[in-house]
């Protein structure tokens, strides 16, 4: 299942991840249903990270926890049951994407290209790049 390995700081996080091949075939059969967060998330329908991942059935809730509390109260005094610091984020996402990059040569002129700048969702493209600076507007 993959529910029981995501969760920051939650006793499965210390369970040993599968990589997506063997999480593809399992996921295709789940679904997920973002919409209960989207009530008050609106712009994440149309966030990649989200939706590329809601298309394999893992919803809000697979990486940031039910956090009934939070939609609930409706507010950011009560957060969601998981937050990622800067220096979490990569170790997160490695433990469903293990693999480096298929094509790290497309990567490194990507990165080139727009070295220094700042994206439009406000990360700048530096020498060393968390997963989220490059990949979706998770902002
Ligand atoms: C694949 C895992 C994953 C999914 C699915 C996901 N998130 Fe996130 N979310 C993250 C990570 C990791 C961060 C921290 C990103 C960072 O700090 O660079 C984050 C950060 C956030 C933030 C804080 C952004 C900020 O910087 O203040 C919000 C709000 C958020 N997510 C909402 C959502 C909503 C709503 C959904 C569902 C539509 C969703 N997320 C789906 C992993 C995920
Ligand atoms: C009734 C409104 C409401 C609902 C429903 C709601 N949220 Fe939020 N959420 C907020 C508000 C308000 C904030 C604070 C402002 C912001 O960061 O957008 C917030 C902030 C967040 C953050 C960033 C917190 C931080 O401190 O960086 C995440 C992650 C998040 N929500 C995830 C979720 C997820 C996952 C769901 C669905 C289970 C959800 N929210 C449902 C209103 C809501
Ligand atoms: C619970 C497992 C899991 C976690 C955690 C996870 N992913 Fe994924 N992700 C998948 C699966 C499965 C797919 C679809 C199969 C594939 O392309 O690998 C996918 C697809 C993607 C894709 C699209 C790949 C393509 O070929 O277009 C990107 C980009 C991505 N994820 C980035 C991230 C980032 C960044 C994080 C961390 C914020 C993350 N993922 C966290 C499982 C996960
Ligand atoms: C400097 C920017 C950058 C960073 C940092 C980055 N990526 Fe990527 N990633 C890319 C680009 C650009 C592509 C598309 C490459 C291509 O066209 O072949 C990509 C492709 C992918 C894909 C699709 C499959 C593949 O290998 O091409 C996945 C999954 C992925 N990245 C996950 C991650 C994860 C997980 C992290 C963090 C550990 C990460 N990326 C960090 C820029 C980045």
Redesign the pocket.
Known sequence: M?SLY?GIGTAAADQKPKP?RE??PA?AKRTADNTPCLKCHEPFAAET?GR??LQ?G?GCV??HGKSIAHARAGSGLLKPDVLFGRTQ?DS??Q???DAPHKHPARVESWARKRAGQILPTGRKIMEHNI??DC??EHV
């Open positions: 993959l995501i997506p999480a593809s996921s990270l590329l991942h394999i893992l697979d990486c984020v997160f996402c433990r469903c994407h997963c989220t990949h979706g």
